[in-house]
């Protein structure tokens, strides 16, 4: 059964409803379209997250794009389906502070079964941590 928009709100708002790994990672819904496939998400990294030079560790900055950019494949199908990843390329530009950060992830691809997505992690003043492309496969939302 496919999600009205309130509904994806609701449950993305919701972190007692957000898998663990999103809840470990701080994930805050900003906003989305089903429309055109894309959902901004805000993560709040934890002072554990912290490589040994004081700044995120790129696997949580990894993890955070591969979350957002699911939420947008799951978001563009109204959550009738879940996007398993089998393939996805990371480029850290700068060095991610320990402090709230705004993802965007995007799908530019959306076949019977597989699908292509990019993503982007920003700073507070907008500039471009990190960037990433992602491959995945379509598959039934469990219920």
Known sequence: MALSDEQIRALLRDPARHPPSARHLGFELIDFSVEHGWAEAAFTPRADFANPAGNVQGGFICA?????????????????????????SI????????????ARGEVLRFSRSSLAMQGTLRDADGATLAVATSTALSRPFPR
């Open 64 to 88: 955070m794009l591969d979350d957002v950019m699911s939420v947008a494949a799951a978001i563009s199908k109204r959550f009738t389906v879940i996007v398993p990843t089998l393939q996805m």
């Open 91 to 102: 480029t850290y530009l700068r060095p991610t502070p320990v402090a709230r950060v705004v």
